[in-house]
């Protein structure tokens, strides 16, 4: 699929021996128990949405709950978690939501042409589950954002092999169960691909306008959740915002100035993803899956700054993607900075003032601004390296030009005397 190659060799991109794949199971095995064991009700976050439907069957309205933050067809899928028992739930929620981490790595590594069977991809994973602290956050509170880490990755996948409508049957199904990927849709413009976007938008309004006609409040998410969305005034939220502005102020930046912050990043962002996407040739990536995947990130990294909320798992959107493209030559993944970003996600490490849960939105808010700064200094990079390749002569016009098989080095001109 991939239409440039790896320019590492050696250890890393063997394939991995059987000592590190039971390391790897091991970690996984170990996180999904310890989940189990502390949330037997399958995580907080997935609790919120189990309880939305649990009050529907009764014949309530779901978004009596200001916390329930999902599209009408969120109540439907999770109806069928009612009917499961408790304990049977808290094992398998941690369980799906790893396997959604598991495969969102697996179609990065596809979508970069990396072997799922390497030591890097092996290790790679490992790396993500001890080292990242969002990864083993996102699987303890059960949060739904896990299918929005499996979508993009697999739709990027499929854009990438020219199956634009497949992506947005893939993005817009993501979007039914939380509306995380919509800044999406402007990928689907920079390329295009209007069925693709199509296919993307029509997807939840379908499944969510057929939702809510069995809903007491059919209308609730526009006139209860989109409100609280817009102010983002809930005070126990905001403790964990990662966002500019829910951040800036909880340090003395008025709410106006801190929120005008985001949107002029959120805007620059867009702005560096666009120039991304124009320059396919930009950062020795080919036209092919870094543009894509980081694009993609661009995107998301710039609605995360103005998102509310914005929570410190939303980056595994984007960091998976960007971590599988490391073995391929221009990648993000490559720049300091890039990893400089994370040092305030390593587990075990003591910040002082920040420890407390309440606080640690200051580190996230860290990791996401760097990362976003990061991604679009590389952007623009990408851009400003481009040049076109001079026309090869040829005596006649007549002929055919030769063409240089991708991977292949350039011919060297002749040594002088």
Not at 120 to 128: D, E, R
Request: aromatic share 10%; with cysteine.
């Amino acid at each position: 699929m991939s239409e440039y190659k790896s320019d590492i060799s050696g250890w890393l991109v063997r394939r991995a021996t059987w000592h590190l794949w039971v390391v790897l199971v091991a970690v996984l095995g170990a996180l999904v128990a310890r989940t189990a064991r502390v949330t037997p009700d399958g995580g907080m976050d997935n609790a919120i949405v189990v309880r939305a439907a649990r009050v529907w069957l009764a014949g309530g309205s779901p978004y009596d709950d200001p916390h329930f933050l999902y599209l009408p067809s969120a109540v439907l899928a999770a109806a069928p978690q009612v009917l499961v028992p408790r304990g049977v739930l808290g094992v398998l929620v941690p369980v799906v939501v790893t396997g959604c981490l598991v495969g969102g790595w697996v179609c990065a590594l596809r979508l970069h042409g990396v072997d799922v069977r390497s030591r890097f991809a092996v290790l790679g994973l490992t790396g993500l589950a001890v080292g990242f602290a969002p990864f083993a956050h996102l699987v303890l509170l059960g949060n739904w954002t896990a299918a929005a880490v499996f979508a993009l990755p697999l739709g990027l996948l499929l854009a990438g092999r020219g199956r634009w409508v497949w992506a947005g049957v893939v993005f817009g199904a993501a979007v039914a169960l939380k509306p995380l990927l919509a800044p999406l849709g402007l990928l689907f413009v920079f390329a295009g691909r209007w069925r693709g976007l199509v296919a993307m938008v029509g997807v939840p309004v379908v499944v969510s306008a057929g939702a809510a006609l069995v809903l007491p409040d059919p209308a609730g998410f526009v006139t209860r959740t989109l409100p609280f969305l817009l102010r983002g005034d809930d005070g126990f939220v905001r403790l964990y915002e990662a966002s500019p502005g829910a951040v800036l102020p909880r340090v003395g930046v008025p709410g106006v100035v801190a929120a005008g912050v985001g949107w002029v990043a959120a805007g620059a962002g867009v702005g560096c993803a666009w120039w991304r996407w124009r320059w396919p040739g930009g950062g020795g990536g080919g036209a092919g899956a870094l543009r894509l995947a980081e694009t993609a990130a661009m995107l998301m990294l710039s609605a995360f700054l103005v998102s509310r909320p914005s929570y410190d798992h939303y980056l595994l959107v984007v960091v998976p993607l960007l971590v599988a493209g490391l073995p391929c030559e221009g990648a993000a993944a490559r720049g300091v900075w890039f990893w400089l970003a994370f040092v305030p996600q390593l587990p075990g490490v003591s910040w002082p003032l920040l420890e407390a849960v309440q606080r640690r939105a200051f580190k996230d808010a860290v990791t996401l601004c760097v990362l976003a700064v990061t991604l679009a200094v590389h952007c623009i990079r990408s851009g400003r390296a481009f040049s076109p390749p001079p026309p090869l002569p040829f005596p006649s016009s007549r002929g055919a030009a030769p063409s240089t098989p991708l991977g292949a080095a350039a011919p060297r001109p002749p040594l002088r005397p």
